[in-house]
């Protein structure tokens, strides 16, 4: 009867399913497709049947149909998944700015968990975890074949509590073990300085629900302490992205007029275009634009908004290569469904998907002599297990389902294991210690210099 009820319970679920993908597919779907759609789910169900009538322990049929959903969605792209509730309300803190944990952005690169960057003033970020670090570990569990949303709820926690990350660094044969203290991250996604005379740096680490509202403010108190600013840069380094409609509202505040961004998915409903909107308030002196193989997702939109209408020169590396769009779809159980649903587009109809942005001035960031030497690991968008192909992939028929292997330099071991790691915050916005920032400065002296001089041709 038990199992009676169980199978009952899966064809309500199977049906379930068939009713909800019907307004997503195309219209006019054949019956043989249908037919074919049957059979995979017969599959499905002999399959689950087999699995409960001869597996060594006993299992829930919930169980295992939540791991099939989850096992699905994980096929798909590296950016869709399926979270319980505890990893909704998790999300939704996140994009508030607050949460427990240590500080990083993850993915998964190549099967192995990968640090994508450390967010800025963290407790990772103060320990020393680096871009590309592999995360072996979590409290001495290892993360092969663990999901993403699994291993954030593993490193997060509350306040005061431990967390150790076992870490593989590229070029380095031995573990690195990382054993650090979790905190309340209250991700200030904008902060502000005055770099040079007149000239207003600004730094924008993540898009959260206040970001531009705080952007707008570090305007008011750059204009203020200077009168007239005569240049801007705008910090997008090892940003992971964020809220789609801060990227929006962030370029809008540099845009007088003109399509910021537009996504085209397979439903009407996906295909959106925004438009800046002019409410006198915008900057006008020139800007330049810092970006990098972290720069990503709502970074590369509003990289790509002010580089496609002239409003900021771009400077640094190329972006990461993140232009899809995820929908984050609330299920009635209290679960939700974060699903890839439509790729964006820049004013000039650029596809940003596993290609990036390419800065104007290529410079690319050196070390300081205290900081840590070697190459680092460069992992974009292109080199993930099964991401969405880009224009050029999909009209050269390119295979991208085992992804790319970045050409880095590989460390020899023996002497280079036996180093000291040396690792010094830098202080932010420190024009002598980052060449990038200070190219960006300077481009701005120089245009100051320009005008004064056409005006004295004139």
């Known amino acids: 009867m038990r199992r009676r009820n169980s199978l009952l319970f899966l064809f309500i679920i199977l049906w379930g399913i068939l009713i909800f993908i019907g307004p997503y597919s195309d219209s006019g779907v054949s019956a043989a497709i249908e037919r074919g759609i049957y059979k995979e789910l017969k599959t499905f169900t002999e399959v689950l049947d087999i699995v409960q ?17 989850t096992g699905m969605i994980k096929s798909l792209d590296p950016h869709s998944s399926y979270m319980t509730a505890d990893m909704y309300k998790e999300l939704k803190l996140e994009t508030e700015g607050t949460f427990g944990g240590v500080g990083i952005e993850i993915t998964i690169h190549r099967g192995v968990l990968t640090v994508v960057s450390p967010i800025e003033d963290t407790p990772a970020y103060m320990a ?18 663990m999901s993403i949303v699994d291993a954030v709820k593993r490193i997060r926690g509350p306040k005061g509590t431990k967390v150790k990350l076992s870490i593989l ?55 203020g302490k200077t009168h007239l600013l005569k240049g801007i840069v705008l910090d997008l380094r090892n940003n992971p992205g964020g809220l789609f409609e801060q990227a929006v509202s962030v370029s809008d505040a540099f845009l007088k007029s003109g399509v910021i961004v537009y996504t085209r998915g397979r439903t009407k409903g996906m295909e959106k275009r925004e438009v800046a909107r002019d409410d006198g308030s915008e900057p006008s002196c020139p800007m330049v634009v810092l970006v990098n193989e972290g720069t990503a997702s709502a970074a590369e939109i509003v990289a790509g908004a002010l580089q496609d209408h002239g409003r900021a020169l771009l400077l640094g590396t190329q972006t990461f290569g993140k232009g899809s769009v995820q929908t984050v779809i609330p299920l009635e159980n209290g679960d939700a469904l974060k699903l890839t649903t439509a790729r964006y587009f820049t004013p000039k109809g650029r596809s940003i998907q596993a290609e990036g942005i390419t800065p104007d001035i290529i410079v690319k960031y050196q070390r300081s002599p205290d900081e840590e030497d070697g190459d680092e690991y460069i992992v974009r968008e292109k080199d993930l297990r099964g991401h969405i192909p880009s224009t050029q992939e999909k009209e050269n028929g390119t295979v991208v389902d085992k992804g790319k292997a970045p050409k880095v330099p590989i460390r020899i071991p023996g002497e280079n294991d036996k180093r000291k790691d040396v690792f010094k915050k830098r202080e932010f916005g420190d024009v002598n210690r980052d060449n990038q920032l200070r190219a960006a400065v300077d481009i701005l002296k120089s245009w100051e210099i320009f005008k004064k001089q056409t005006k004295r041709e004139g």
């Open 53 to 69: 009538k001869n597996y060594i322990e006993p299992v829930k049929v919930q169980d295992l149909i939540r791991g099939a959903i």
């Open 169 to 223: 660094r590229e070029g380095e044969t031995r573990l690195k073990e990382f054993v650090i203290t979790r905190a309340i991250i209250k991700v200030a996604s904008v902060k502000h300085k005055l770099v040079d005379e007149g000239i207003g740096y600004i730094r924008v680490s993540s898009f959260q629900e206040r970001t531009t509202e705080d952007l707008l403010k570090a305007l008011g108190e750059l204009n």
């Open 128 to 145: 020393g975890i680096k871009a590309g670090d592999q995360i072996i570990m979590i409290n001495d569990e290892p993360t092969k074949d």
